[in-house]
C-alpha cells in the first residue's frame, strides 16, 4: 500500500469510518465513498443469508493496485484513493467492498470512485457464493476478464 493508497484484500469487516477519515485531505474539498453491501435477494432469487468471497491474493492485490494506479493516470488530482474487498463470509448488510476517493473537487471524486468499482467488478477475479435456505450458487460465471487499461473512463 504506497502512502496515499489504502489496497487490501481483508477477511474482518471492512473499517469504513477509519477510511473515510482516511481518505481526507487538506487539498481536497470531495470525498466520495462507494460502499457496496450485501443484500437478501440476487436476480429473482430472494431469502439470500449471506455471501461468500473467494479471491487468490497474490494475483488480487497487485491487480487493485493497477486499478489506483491508472486511476492516478486518468484523474492525476485524486489526494488519496481506497479500493478494499472482503474475502469469507460476509452476513446480509455488512459490506464487501469500499472504494474512496478524495480530489479538490466533487465531479472528478464521483468518476474516480464510479470508475474503480467499475473496473474492479469488470477486470479483478472476486468470487461470489450466495447461500439461501435450500441452495447456494456461484455469482460470477465464466467470463474474459479485460485488462485494467482497457477499461473506459467517463467522457470529460
Given amino acids: 500500500m504506497g502512502h496515499d493508497d489504502w489496497i487490501e484484500l481483508t477477511s474482518g469487516e471492512i473499517p469504513l469510518a477509519e477510511i473515510a477519515a482516511w481518505v481526507v485531505r487538506p487539498g481536497c474539498g470531495a470525498v466520495d465513498i462507494f ?8 436476480d429473482d432469487r430472494k431469502g439470500v443469508e449471506r455471501l461468500e468471497y473467494e479471491a487468490y491474493e ?10 489506483a494506479t491508472q486511476a492516478r493516470r486518468r484523474w492525476p488530482q485524486v489526494g488519496r484513493l481506497a479500493l478494499v ?35 474492479l467488478k469488470a477486470t479483478v477475479p472476486i468470487w461470489k457464493r450466495e447461500i439461501w435456505e435450500g441452495g447456494a450458487d456461484w455469482g460470477l460465471h465464466a467470463q474474459v476478464l479485460p485488462e485494467v487499461a482497457e477499461v473506459p473512463g467517463p467522457d470529460r
Fill in 35 to 42: 460502499c457496496g453491501t450485501a443484500r437478501e435477494q440476487s
Fill in 58 to 67: 497474490p494475483f488480487v492485490v497487485p491487480k487493485m493496485s493497477e486499478i
Fill in 85 to 119: 474487498h472482503r474475502v469469507g463470509p460476509v452476513v446480509i448488510g455488512e459490506a464487501s467492498v469500499l472504494i474512496a476517493a478524495s480530489t479538490p473537487h466533487r465531479p472528478e471524486s464521483f468518476d474516480v470512485v464510479r470508475w474503480c468499482i467499475d473496473t
